[in-house]
């Protein structure tokens, strides 16, 4: 199964999905599906402004002995963003409309992140 | 109704929860409540770090007009934080058990969010 495969059925099966992608904590992706144009949303920039963010929260969690950095979810009024380390060096990134299936994101990122894992 | 007192409601309510603080942007809590010491765990850091990364997020919401930054969720091994922000300038933090009820959580800074800014 091709990291493709992996994002496309994510977003088929996560009601309110906008786009996934399997990304770099460099803030470049590796790959990308998405469902529909988000408008006046400039996803692609937020994207690597929160692969910033997310590489920050990594550094923070070692420094801080936390253990590792599994999660991240982060509401705006208008995108939901639900993120999740694959690896030292990537994570699986999911937009969702604001009225998206939150639960159920969670669940499929969670899923998936093993098995994209495997075919890094 | 103080700030502690929503504070106590919310660690008292949720299964897991270790500590919940209204905290400013600026990295300062205004309030506490812990239910136990974290004891390995430099919750106080930790959040300090984290506060500096929700002014971030907040900011590129605001950039790339997505609308405001409601909430925040970062998992890692020993630790979930929750974190919803209450005004410009404060936001309800609170700390879980990595078993503890993610979703009550949510529910109780949701809930808690516009009380507490009645009274800010």
């Given amino acids: 199964m091709s990291f493709l495969a992996h994002l496309e059925s994510i977003v088929r ?6 786009a996934a ?3 770099g904590f460099d803030g470049i992706a590796v790959e990308t599906h998405k469902l529909e144009d988000p408008a006046d949303l400039e996803l692609w920039t937020l994207w690597i402004e929160y ?12 420094t801080l002995k936390t253990g590792e950095l599994t999660e991240v979810a982060i ?12 690896s030292p060096e990537y994570f699986l990134i ?6 998206g299936n939150y639960g159920k994101g969670r669940y ?3 899923l998936a992140a093993p098995q994209v894992r495997a075919e890094l």
Same sequence: chains 1, 2.
Avoid: F, H, Y
């Avoid at 997310?54 to 070692?62: K, N, Y």
């Avoid at 509401?75 to 694959?86: P, Y």
């Fill in 94 to 99: 999911l937009a969702l409309k604001p009225t």
């Fill in 21 to 23: 992608s399997v990304m």
């Fill in 13 to 18: 099966q996560v009601d309110g999905a906008i």
């Fill in 75 to 86: 509401s705006t009024d208008k995108v939901l963003t639900l993120a999740r380390t694959v």
């Fill in 51 to 62: 692969s910033n963010v997310l590489g920050q929260l990594r550094r923070a969690a070692e």
């Fill in 108 to 110: 499929m990122l969670r």
